[in-house]
């Protein structure tokens, strides 16, 4: 049952992101001040979500917050995850380069 909810969800965000790239942030709400401001990112939709909100088979994947998804057409390219402590160690600057890097 929940690789069936995984798997609804991942083919829900591959249709919402289905065009182009999309990055995604996950986060829980007592780490929100280590989530990164990837707002003015250039050239991809940003999504944020909390980790509580998400469906029990994607809480389970996620080993730390916050974890940063980055789509392409679909189809999950790249992601960031946090260490021990809880710490993004990628920069937003960082993302931008990589998105501007896969551009078509």
């Not at 392409?72 to 998105?99: C, H, N, P, T």
Request: aromatic residues 12%; proline residues 2%.
């Amino acid at each position: 049952m929940r690789a069936l909810v995984f798997l609804f969800w991942l083919l829900s965000m591959i249709k919402i992101y289905g065009q182009g790239i999309a990055v995604i942030q996950v986060n829980a709400e007592w780490n929100m001040r280590n989530s990164i401001d990837l707002n003015g990112l250039k050239g991809a939709r940003v999504q944020f979500a909390y980790l509580n909100e998400q469906p029990e088979a994607l809480r389970e994947r996620i080993k730390a917050v916050p974890a940063i998804w980055v789509f392409k057409d679909g189809e999950m390219i790249k992601y960031w995850e946090a260490d021990i402590s809880f710490k993004l160690r990628v920069r937003r600057e960082d993302i931008q380069e990589y998105i501007d890097s896969i551009k078509d």
